[in-house]
């Protein structure tokens, strides 16, 4: 307690009583056992003092000097020798925690300073062990229990101390405050006996306020002063010891009324404990009010007067009941008050409240530090030591009478953790203050020792804050950010931090950043030294040629030109920033002046002290963290590296570069921690990708390349997913990116990949497709072409590689040859990808992907018994290559809706060959979904076609074809389609038998079209498949191919009504005009001739549209009578049923046309004004009848009974 005593002292301290110790703290300091150990035994007890705190603050106050405008005693050298020595004892405390960290942890050398191991190897020969070393001073104790090592127990007990030392100052601050946070924290109990028992034993609070709380009307407070007053034994107690040992622990409230109260219970008790010391306990109450008065009045050096003897008898008189006391009992009260003060343990309020906003309030010793004021002229030495020393003794006896007092020793790390929480903010500010104080050698070298050990302490044991807080007070002493101020000590600070990131870098995590930061600075300040112009020369123009010079340029030349300094880069520099400003001085205001350069220069010759090796090592020893450290490192370095670029002033490609060097040094780091390595670069490399500084992102998209090109190198086995991974910013970028550069150049970095290590390429090939597909969307020609050249040779030349190691890469080809496919630059490149989408069928179907065998043309044989394990198989097979032939196939079926002619036939023939060479691979479940998804979506626009034509009334001969180029089929398409469905149906018909029915919609849709051309491809195509199916079609199925031709001949009669009924309201010209002088009178305006030249252009439209719908009918009668004339023998009576009424309905149709006069008349006067040729109403019908009356005939002769029926 003296040496604390001695230590607190900062203004008028004894020189040599305080260096010595000083210089006893030092030698205590170097042994690390002794200090942890303090600090558990101490600071982590309940009821101990905080010594280990309460050291190191008073180390800070002695480093800080005398307060501002404080009277000192001490000379500047002696002020300065203190400050010096507090900041070693510092460093030495900080030194020990992590020396004996290191041993517990068995931390290597190698990761500790190097400036450190010719201390540690002094230290560990003279003390192998710290347990040894401090043995003889635990033999000082009863009990010691050197096993302890539960540093969860300690946590708990630490943590404990910590809470109730919060409630104590809160409660010296507002008591009922502080007792209500004590109960809900559970520190205390809520019970009144418990409140009374804690104010009455704990050390640390206000006397001054426990006499203010227990005085309070509150009917807690109340309660808690009677449980208070009757924990207090007053038996066989004089009055005036009684009232002494009552006092002792609390001073009395200066209000009456809470003295009142106070000495009305401590008189009730008083009397309950000695029942026969007065008569009552108003007697005891008088008394002590009488005593408390006297005790006043004759130890207050403001009383003049003081009170006799006598006149504190005759105050007392009548007070017993009305009786007197006896004089001689009050003579002897009288002599012990004015020979012995009755007063507190402790009594030294005022002391209290000169320190109320000291450092050291409440750590711990309370009652010994009350009796220690600031101001030796206030203390009496003689008493103030005599009280001390007592209080000490006291202290020690009721130390000694617990049983629980036993001396721990711990080995558990842990609890370093809670010491660095107690010392990190002093030695935080000790070492910033003397370092930013002094230039002296000596005085800066010791707190870089104490940052560096701190730095290690804090990163080892994982507290980022303080960690944190350290590195960032170096960096900030670096003055990189302000490098005209720098000085030597500032070289220094850099060296302590290039010295740390080789030593500690497996734990210093987030805090990379401000050192890579540094690092970042002292290049740029390097640079500008040598006069080599800055990157921002090398990456702000826009164009193509530009970027493609920063590719190339990789390094830097010397370049010392005398006018170098001069320019923006240098002045920005000069001028200086804060050290969080991302831009040096670019916001700086004012010229810089002659002298500022020169400073400058000077400065920058300091730098000379760290050369390129420093740098680079630090970079080059990334190979050697560990896996957690590695990812922090390259974290950081991305978050620098993106700061540097985006520089609107200055951008830099330092931290990129080295980027790129640290992918190679640890690309051959295990699997696991690569990928976690990439996932962070990944990000970084297309964000960057992405800038809008073209130069910045060509420079980015090229390191990538290279990045990737050494990657390549290495094999990928089977399964795995890390090339896929590492190419998958081209991706990215590539469909972001909005300019054309960066995109070309993507394609060219892909490309050279490619083909310069397609043996290595494994999953990268998804990555590559996915490159190449989105350059076949490209909207510049030059890409697509450029991505399609690669593309071709890979599937001419390497094609095996694709599907070497993952066959799901294959889909991947063939989406990017469908995207090919649709270009609309350059037809051929279409043509060629639709080719090699058949080369991939044939591909796929060689490599057996997709192997049924019994799905070949007849399946109708049952399998053996021992068959149906390979068949069940065969089927698993065909469900997991599935993925792989419809990518392909619906590829190539929406091609066939292209707006190329071209496209579309290429298109329609390659699917149907694929179709016709590889179906018998396919299983019958599999056909399904290839009529589902791959053919009948070609046939939709046929299939649901309606009869709207007549809607609008706006078609005419001279309109528009709804079949125009680009959103259907012309004649020959159609026809190759349908011809190309009916072959590929009738060569599976056993497997596909079950899509007849949309196949036969299909044609039926042909031939309800109101145009002639693909109603005749529906019938030719519909005979087709009847002729070549013949009676391999069930009497259902047939049944269904003529009720769809009923249903095609009765399916456009209502719209064809409604094309007639156009005609009602119209009026042809009379048959003396010509259509040529109507054509003629439309030249004069709209007059009543423009009205009858709209009329006859309605009626070219319904005789076109009449001519057309009697062509479809006929063609309908032609091929029910030949497909009557195969197979009438063989149909059922059912189906011959529905064969009449198609003839009926026809004929009936036919006959309903003719009877129409006026439409008749209207379409012949329509037909002479437009010279066109009459439409066959009466073929028509003649047809019709003659057809219907051959079927009858030929049903009577060739079956009677069936005529009859």
Known sequence: MLILRVLENVNQPSFLQKMIVLNFLEKIAQDSQIIVDVFVNYDCDVDAPNICERIVNGLLKTALGPPPGSTTTLSSAQDITFRHESVKCLVGIIKSMGAWMDQQLRIGESNVPKSLESDASKENHSNPSGEDASSPDYDLHAEVNSEMSDAAGLEQRRAYKIELQKGISLFNRKPSKGVEFLINTKKIGGSPEEVAAFLKTTTGLNETLIGDYLGERDEFCLRVMHAYIDSFNFKAMDFGEGIRF?????????????????????????????????????????????????????????????????????????????????????????????????????????????????????????????????????????????HLIRHIQEQFKAKSGKSESVFHTVTNAAILRFMVEVCWGPMLAAFSMTLDQSDDKLATSQCLQGFRYAVHVTAVMGMQ??????????????????????????VDVVKAIISIAIEDGNYLKEAWEHILTCLSRIEHLQLLGEGAPPDASFLTASNVEAGEKVLKSMGYPSLKKKGTLQNPAVMAVVRGGSYDSTTVGVNSPGPVTAEQINQFILNLNLLDQIGNFELNHVFANSQRLNSEAIVAFVKALCKVSMAELQSPTDPRVFSLTKLVEITHYNMNRIRLVWSRIWNVL????????????????????????????????????????????????????????????????????VSQMVLSRVNNVKSGW?????????????????????????????????????????????????????????????????????????????????????????????????????????????????????????????????????????????????????????????????????????????????????????????????????????????????????????????????????????LVSVLTGFIRSPIQGPASTGVAALLRLAGQLGSRL??????????????????????????????????????????????????HGFTYKDLEDANLHTAAYVVSRVKSHIAVQLLIIQVVNDLCKARLRFLSAANVGILLDIFSSIASHSHQLNSQIILLKKLEKACSILELSDPPMVHFENESYQNYLNFLHDLLVDNPSMSRR
């Open 1034 to 1083: 069930s009497e259902a199925e047939w049944r269904e191919i003529f009720l769809a031709l009923k249903e095609a001949a009765t399916s456009t009669l209502p719209g064809f009504v409604k094309v007639l009924r156009s005609m009602d309201d119209i009026e042809m010209p009379n048959s003396s005009e010509s259509y040529a002088d109507v054509d003629i009178s439309s030249d």
């Open 766 to 998: 998804k990555s590559v497709f996915m490159v190449f597909t989105a350059a076949a969307a490209d909207e510049r020609k030059n890409i697509v072409l450029l991505a399609f050249e690669t593309m071709e040779k890979i599937v001419r030349e390497y094609f095996p590689y694709i599907t070497e190691t993952e066959t799901t890469t294959f889909t991947d080809c063939v989406r990017c040859l469908t995207t090919f496919t649709n270009s609309r630059f350059n037809s051929d490149v279409s043509l060629n990808a639709i080719a090699f989408l058949r080369f991939c069928a044939v591909k796929l179907a060689d490599g057996g992907l997709v192997g049924n065998e019994n799905s070949r043309a007849d399946d109708s044989s049952t399998p053996m018994v021992n068959e149906v394990a390979s068949d069940m198989q065969a089927i698993i097979e065909k469900d997991d290559h599935a993925s792989f032939w419809i990518p392909l196939l619906t590829g190539l079926s929406r091609l066939t809706s292209d707006p190329r002619s071209a496209i579309r036939k290429s298109a329609l023939e390659v699917l149907f060959n694929i179709l016709n060479d590889h179906g018998h691979l396919f299983s019958r479940s599999f056909w399904i979904d290839v009529f589902n998804c791959v053919i009948l979506p070609i046939f939709s626009n046929v299939r649901d076609k309606k009869d709207n034509f007549i809607e609008d009334g706006q078609h005419s001969p001279t309109s528009p074809s709804p079949h125009h180029e680009g959103s259907a089929w012309d004649p020959d398409t159609s026809a190759v389609a349908a011809q190309c469905l009916v072959d590929l149906f009738v060569s599976f018909f056993n497997i596909v038998r079950s899509q007849l029915s949309s």
């Open 465 to 490: 804050t303080q960690r944190d807080a350290f590195v960032t007070s170096m960096a900030k002493f670096t003055y990189l950010h302000n490098a005209a101020d720098m000085k030597q000590k500032n």
């Open 682 to 749: 990944s990000d970084f490399f297309v964000s960057v990708g992405l800038s809008e500084n073209l130069s910045v992102a060509i420079f980015v998209m090229d390191s990538l390349r290279q990045l990737a090109m050494r990657f390549l190198e290495r094999e990928e086995l089977a399964n795995y997913n890390f090339q896929n991974e590492f190419l998958r910013p081209f991706v990215i970028v590539m469909q972001k990116s909005s300019s054309t550069e960066i995109r070309e150049l993507i394609v060219r970095c």
């Open 246 to 386: 009552f006092l002792r622990g609390f001073r009395l409230p200066g209000e009456a009324q809470k003295i009142d109260r106070i000495m009305e219970k401590f008189a009730e008790r008083y009397c309950k404990c000695n029942p026969n010391s007065f008569t009552s306990a108003d007697t005891a109450y008088v008394l002590a009010y009488s005593v408390i008065m006297l005790n006043t009045d004759a130890h207050n050096s403001m009383v003049k007067d003081k009170m006799t003897k006598a006149d504190f008898i005759r105050n007392n008189r009548g007070i017993n009941d009305g009786q007197d006391l006896p004089e001689e009992y009050l003579g002897t009260l009288y002599d012990q008050i004015v020979k012995n003060e009755i007063k507190m343990n402790a009594d030294s309020s005022a002391a209290q409240s000169k320190q109320a906003n000291s450092l050291n309030k409440l750590l711990g010793l309370d009652g010994i530090l009350n009796l220690v004021t600031w101001k030796q002229t206030e203390e009496k030495p003689l008493g103030a030591n005599g």
